[in-house]
T-cell receptor, first 112, second 114 residues
Framework: DAGVTQSPTHLIKTRGQQVTLRCSPK?????VSWYQQALGQGPQFIFQYYEEEERQRGNFPDRFSGHQFPNYSSELNVNALLLGDSALYLC???????????FGPGTRLLVL | GQQLNQSPQSMFIQEGEDVSMNCTSS?????WLWYKQDPGEGPVLLIA?????ELTSNGRLTAQFGITRKDSFLNISASIPSDVGIYFC??????????????FGSGTKLNVKP
């Protein structure tokens, strides 16, 4: 039973660039949520995708966008990168509105 | 937004000791989750609690869902070096039809001295 997978594991970008992060949910899950985790903090909710639509969004600017594909995998795109976007980006999956989420290993993004 | 207050922020204990940490909220949650995160990794689900008053164990870990539904506790017995990490509590809140938003505590960093 494959768990949540994310790629790449690490990424280095410069300010102003754009980045795409990828996530495949746990087998049987159809809902993907994205989180940003700064060092020493808990995960902060970015948005959630279900049935290929963004269902809810946290307090993040429009530079953060996403997509969900028919196979339930998802992408997170961040445009015009800022130094403050450096963080661990986590993807979590669940089935519908189930009250349990499983996280992937994360993508560590460093913006220079 | 909702805030989960987790304490203590960090702990330094000796191998073999028992550990207790807790999480409180001003709002009621119907589910409490406890995760452990190793450095540079994603959080791993340890225990899920679904009913007020519920006491659930996972090996040396025991978690309780508070009667008021506004708090939860995690205990680790006979700690070992691999228990080192950051422990997060989390609670989902149903904000609209078929959407649960998950709120996280700020974490308890556990250090175990061999």
């Amino acid at each position: 039973d494959a768990g949540v997978t994310q790629s790449p594991t690490h990424l280095i970008k410069t300010r102003g660039q754009q980045v795409t992060l990828r996530c495949s949910p746990k087998s049987g899950h159809d809902t993907v949520s994205w989180y940003q985790q700064a060092l020493g903090q808990g995960p902060q909710f970015i948005f959630q995708y279900y049935e290929e639509e963004e269902r809810q969004r946290g307090n993040f600017p429009d530079r953060f966008s996403g997509h969900q594909f028919p196979n339930y995998s998802s992408e997170l795109n961040v445009n015009a990168l800022l130094l403050g976007d450096s963080a661990l980006y986590l993807c979590a999956s669940s089935f519908g509105a189930q009250e349990t989420q499983y996280f992937g290993p994360g993508t560590r993004l460093l913006v220079l | 937004g909702q805030q989960l207050n987790q304490s203590p922020q960090s702990m330094f204990i000796q191998e073999g000791e028992d550990v207790s940490m807790n999480c409180t909220s001003s709002s009621i949650f119907n589910t409490w989750l406890w995760y452990k995160q190793d450095p540079g990794e994603g959080p791993v689900l340890l225990i899920a609690l679904y009913k007020a008053g519920e006491l659930t164990s996972n090996g040396r870990l025991t978690a309780q869902f508070g009667i008021t539904r506004k708090d939860s506790f995690l205990n680790i017995s006979a700690s070992i070096p691999s228990d080192v990490g950051i422990y997060f509590c989390a609670g989902p809140m149903l904000l609209s039809y078929n959407f649960n938003k998950f709120y996280f505590g700020s974490g308890t960093k556990l250090n175990v001295k061999p």
